[in-house]
């Protein structure tokens, strides 16, 4: 067997396994894809769907940033000078 053979099996396998692992991919792709649209029409994941509302709710409802960097920084405060209290 020369080395001419050699390569040319083996670049003949490389391609095939490749090839094998893509088209694997390929169907695993698809069929999860298939299986998310089956779940979805079927209404399996009304779970899901529900725990996206209140997230949208809690988002409207969320007090302003400004407002939040206050308490934050009240929070800190009261917590140094506590610290500052018991450590001295």
Known sequence: MTIDVMLEQSGVLT????????G????????ISTLGKVIHALGWDKDVQQAAIPAAVSSVQAPSPARNETAITAVISAAVTEYRKTHE
């Open 15 to 22: 391609l095939l396994g490749m090839g094998i692992v893509f």
């Open 24 to 31: 694997f991919l390929v169907v695993m792709i698809i069929c």
